[in-house]
């Protein structure tokens, strides 16, 4: 992986939510306004970036911050919190941060982004939200 504009912490997850909000803003003319809804926008284009095949490596920090983005939706309309995982949580989700939701769960937005664009729209960040906090898809 590249160099990262920030340490990998949980306090860092907004920033990474925000410079991607940036890029996105400034490259494609969209604007994400961390609501429920942008999270299907973020999925268009994670599945855009896909639909190009580069390798996973050259789009990583493009995806972290996707991931980070959805994290930040998490903690704005689920209230949720940004953790760092402990070691087993990081061996298991295999990245060092991401969301507690108030029931305790833990939740790893971050994957859920390399996901999205490793294995399709199957792994959406829109479906993690529905898995954190709604019972009938319908309801968003």
């Not at 294995?119 to 319908?138: K, M």
Request: hydrophobic share 45%; net charge negative.
């Amino acid at each position: 992986m590249t160099s990262l504009k920030y340490p990998l912490v949980a306090a860092n997850g907004p920033r990474f939510a925000a410079d991607i909000v940036s890029v996105v803003r400034e490259g494609a003319r969209i604007r994400l306004d961390y609501s429920v809804r942008s999270l299907a926008v973020v999925d268009r284009l994670i599945q855009g970036i896909r639909s190009e095949a580069p390798p996973v490596e050259a789009v990583t920090e493009t995806l972290l911050g996707f991931g980070a983005y959805a994290g930040e939706v998490l903690v704005r309309h689920a209230d949720a919190s940004w953790v760092d995982f402990d070691e087993t949580q990081r061996e298991w989700f295999g990245h060092p941060f991401g969301v507690r939701t108030p029931d305790g769960r833990a939740w790893n937005p971050l994957g859920r982004a390399v996901r999205c664009f490793e294995n399709g729209i199957d792994d959406s960040v829109q479906l993690l939200y529905v898995a954190v906090v709604v019972a009938d898809p319908r309801d968003i």
